[in-house]
């Protein structure tokens, strides 16, 4: 017995296993500029947040207002790795799968971003017409919106749904819009999650018998 209703997934981290790739772009691409930062600090400082909230974070570290021009390279250099590199979260397809209630996607990136990386990994057909983007709605985590707007399209109330997460600003977003908050930890690796998130687990495996072991 499912004590939710319906499953709302974040996609980078989660679904598709991107956020090394794009974080090790974004680190290029400031030292690039100077910035002299390294992988971990894009995990501690970038994961989770808009685009634009980066780009803010790195105009800061390079003293240079970075724009419109530095996002388009980032996403046109982040496409071209994620075609070369990109695959799908360990056993994230065998649960799908075997899930017998609905599920969607909620992200903070672009449609055709959350496309391009599912249709890479083969998750497409799975969410084909249940894919939300922040962009949308142009309301970022940690605001709840995202969220409450992929909720109330599927059907559900926030009590019914479970979010699966992987960055604070994701789980502060959910717990914002009244929603429980599983936590997939492969990437927290500083242990943050766990003191934010109902649950966490580090093997997508281990999923299905959370959502029926409350």
């Excluded at 909620?106 to 017409?129: Q, V």
């Excluded at 749904?161 to 927290?188: M, R």
């Amino acid at each position: 017995m499912y004590k939710y209703k319906c499953v709302i997934f974040d996609c980078d981290g989660v679904l598709v296993d991107s956020e090394p790739i794009g974080n090790e772009v974004l680190v290029e691409m400031t030292n690039e500029l100077g910035g002299n930062i390294e992988l971990d600090f894009a995990y501690e400082h970038f994961k989770g947040n808009s685009i634009q909230t980066v780009v803010d974070h790195i105009s800061k570290l390079v003293n240079h207002k970075l724009g419109e021009a530095f996002i388009s390279e980032y996403r046109e250099r982040s496409y071209k790795a994620f075609k070369e590199k990109i695959k799908p979260v360990t056993g994230v397809e065998d649960v799908i799968k075997k899930l017998q209630i609905p599920f969607c996607v909620a992200s903070s990136g672009p449609i055709e971003k959350i496309k391009l990386n599912l249709n890479l990994t083969g998750l497409l057909p799975y969410f084909e017409d249940k894919i939300f983007s922040c962009y949308t709605i142009q309301k970022w985590k940690p605001e709840p919106d995202i969220f409450l707007l992929a909720a109330k399209t599927m059907g559900f109330l926030p009590e019914d749904c479970l979010v699966i997460e992987d960055s604070e600003i994701g789980v502060q977003a959910a717990k914002n819009g009244g929603f429980n908050v599983f936590s997939y930890t492969e990437h927290d690796y500083n242990g943050k999650l766990a003191k934010v998130s109902l649950k966490t687990f580090d093997k997508m495996s281990s999923l299905p018998a959370l959502l029926t072991n409350i």
